[in-house]
């Protein structure tokens, strides 16, 4: 029996492809489909009250993407990530954000790096042990603000597409207190150089961000070990 996939907010105006897209993403990136999973187009379109085309474009742009596979059968199916998928991921998305962070100390503004740091404040929880939601956004936001001041169009749309795939990953695997305390501290730096102005500490904080990033998800996914 086919999965039902848990409706999320799109954004208005979306057209349908856009918004089957959208939904499609958010239940994968939030580990509601495992790795193989089928995605069966008929239901899906039956799910969303839409015809099978905005479906069957979805999931080619999905295919795109790297989130699901097109078989030669016309089966579409999750993709499974092997070490390697992981590691190579990660690895372009650091190139990614990195460039992005030194690009973006050039044209992000005052008003947002203020909002960044009443985002860091409120991420320190009364006790070390209560790290959570407040962190999680103001990495969500640190990231976004920095892809979306970047100045390059091409680049901010590859860093989405690279969030997605970790988002991906990233729902395979618990993140500690610890690791969220640590990935405080390292946004810290990243926003202390983005204050600063300083464009090569920024990116230099970016890429040891997202280096540190991956050794922690490589040591907490147990199907990595599947596959060299």
């Keep these: 029996m086919s999965k039902t996939i848990e409706f999320q907010g799109v954004a208005p ?3 349908l492809g856009d918004m089957v897209h959208q939904q499609i993403v958010e239940a994968l990136v939030s580990g509601q489909f495992s790795g193989g999973e089928e995605l069966n187009e008929v239901s899906l379109a039956s ?4 015809s099978r085309t905005p479906v069957r474009e979805a999931l080619r742009r999905l295919a795109s993407e790297g989130l699901v596979i097109n078989q030669r059968n016309r089966q579409t199916t999750v993709v499974e990530m092997s070490r390697r998928d992981v590691i190579e991921t990660y690895e372009v998305r650091r190139i990614l954000e990195a460039s992005a962070a030194r690009l973006a100390v050039e044209q992000v503004e005052p008003r947002q790096l203020a909002d960044l740091r009443t985002l860091a404040a409120a991420a320190i929880p009364p006790a070390s042990s209560d790290w959570g939601q407040g962190e999680r956004r103001f990495d969500e936001e640190l990231h976004r603000v920095i892809a979306d001041s970047c100045g390059n169009r091409k680049l901010q749309q590859e ?3 690279y969030k997605n795939l970790v988002r991906f990953v990233r729902s395979r695997v618990a993140r500690s207190t610890q690791r969220l305390a640590q ?3 390292e946004h810290l730096r990243i926003l202390d150089a983005l ?5 090569a500490q920024a990116e230099a904080e970016m890429s040891a961000h997202i280096a540190s990033a991956l050794q922690c998800v490589l040591e907490d996914l147990p199907l990595l070990g599947r596959t060299p």
């Excluded at 799910?47 to 839409?50: G, P």
């Excluded at 204050?195 to 464009?199: I, L, P």
């Design 47 to 50: 799910q969303f009250h839409v």
């Design 159 to 161: 860093i989405q597409r």
């Design 13 to 15: 105006r979306a057209s």
């Design 183 to 185: 990935g405080h501290a």
């Design 195 to 199: 204050e600063r102005r300083n464009g």
